[in-house]
């Protein structure tokens, strides 16, 4: 049971990127997803959540407006559709499950993640 975030890469400042997170051996469906980063040296901080019920979404403050997230349960697949992006985006994304999205803490299913690079 474990989630795959991929789809990440190097892009320039201002461009666009579009990560999926994909689960293998259960279903997404009855699962809020969240979305994880972690910079060098930094801690690792929430990124965007994704309810089960309801499709509702919820960011962090640095990212709302430029980031959004989806789900497409007839894939069992989550994305990060991430826009504008900034050399301070820059860190491994991960993804995992929750029973809802009410806090960034009790996630698990964590699985590898997937390197974006914001550069010029």
């Known amino acids: 049971v474990q989630l795959q975030a991929y789809g990440g890469g190097l892009v320039q400042p201002g461009g666009s990127l579009r990560l999926s997170c994909a689960a293998s051996?259960?279903?997404?469906?009855?699962?809020?997803i969240g979305w994880f980063r972690q910079a060098p040296g930094k801690e690792r901080e929430g990124v965007s959540c994704i309810s089960s019920s309801d499709g509702s979404t919820y960011y962090a403050d640095s990212v709302k407006g430029r980031f959004t997230t989806s789900r497409d349960n007839a894939k069992n697949t989550v994305y990060l559709q991430m826009h504008s992006l900034k050399p301070e985006d820059t860190a491994v994304y991960y993804c995992?499950?929750?029973?809802?999205?009410?806090?960034?803490?009790?996630?698990?299913?964590w699985g590898q993640g997937t390197q974006v690079t914001v550069s010029s």
């Open positions: 995992a499950t929750a029973l809802r999205c009410n806090s960034w803490y009790g996630f698990g299913s």
């Open positions: 051996g259960f279903t997404l469906d009855y699962y809020a």
